[in-house]
């Protein structure tokens, strides 16, 4: 049975996405407190969500309100707990059901494997590549860190891009931004982020050489921009490794550069073609033999 496909399995996405649902129906399982908390550069949404309540213990609560402020921190507490507890279970289930659906697919999978995909993402929790995708375990080899950058000297991307392209054979190289990504949102900010500075550098060097596209767009469309932009620019890291020179040269690897909507699910596939005059010289400057 041949395990990695690029085509979605029928019905697998359906129950992907009402699993998922079902997830997020039991995130109010435990209430969420209505703090007020100050966003954070990488916010690029609803500052009330669960995941932002501001600790209740940075300030030492006053006498008066510490029942309230101990009821929240256990009310807190048991959230987190209870989303570790809920994610075993389905997992339980899920491994489940996936058996009794695909007989075939852990044996398999027991043996080895064969992605035909290497997915580079952003490490956000909105975009988990194999459930967007519709494949199963098995289908998409995956590097995924914030904002999805790619240093060109950073050995763990090009040790996961190396492994994929040269070992494992992939033949699709995906590389994907998305949109309100809380990385593109800091880099286009100001404010000090620590060991994220020098990880978002070359985010802020797309800007720098985009400052007048950038300023001439609304905050939202900017933002979108950079996405591309950095989506373009790591397309390029990616076409100037050997491994990846050779595999288009001598069996058609295709290398592909797309943007996801958080808000709709929707994938969009960036046109990408290099001229002529681009790929010669990416060749002259970047082939070596061995
Ligand atoms: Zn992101």
């Not at 994938?267 to 060749?283: P, Q």
Request: glycine share 6%.
């Amino acid at each position: 049975m041949a395990v990695a496909r690029l085509a979605p399995r029928p019905g697998f996405l359906s129950r992907a996405t009402s699993a998922a649902w079902d997830i997020s129906s039991r995130r109010p399982a435990v209430p969420c407190l209505s703090i007020r908390v100050t966003r954070s550069p990488f916010s690029t949404s609803s500052p009330l969500s669960c995941a932002s309540h501001k600790s209740t213990t940075a300030q030492p609560p006053s006498n008066a309100n510490a029942n309230s402020n101990t009821a929240a921190k256990t009310d807190s507490a048991s959230s987190s707990t209870d989303r570790y507890a809920s994610c075993m279970k389905l997992n339980q289930e899920w491994a489940a059901q996936t058996a009794r659906d695909h007989p075939d697919l852990f044996p398999t999978l027991a043996t080895g494997q064969k992605p035909q995909i290497l997915w580079i993402g952003c490490s956000d929790s909105r975009c988990p590549e194999t459930t967007l995708l519709g494949m199963q375990p098995g289908d998409v080899f995956v590097h995924r860190n914030i904002a999805n950058v790619l240093h060109p000297g950073d050995l763990s991307s090009s040790a996961v891009i190396e492994y994929a392209v040269a070992h494992l054979g992939v033949n699709h190289v995906i590389l994907c931004g998305h949109t309100a990504c809380g990385g593109v949102a800091a880099a286009l900010g100001n404010k000090q982020l620590g060991i994220l500075d020098p990880w978002l550098l070359p985010l802020r060097q797309v800007r720098e050489r985009n400052l007048a596209l950038l300023e001439s767009l609304s905050p939202q469309e900017a933002a979108l921009k950079l996405v591309e932009l950095n989506v373009r620019e790591g397309l390029n890291v990616i076409k100037q490794k050997g491994a990846v020179l050779d595999a288009i040269e001598k069996r058609g690897l295709q290398v592909h550069g797309m943007i996801y909507d958080v808000g709709s699910g929707a994938l969009r596939e960036l046109n990408t073609e290099d001229s002529e005059e681009a790929i010669k010289a990416r060749l002259s400057a970047f082939k070596t033999e061995a």
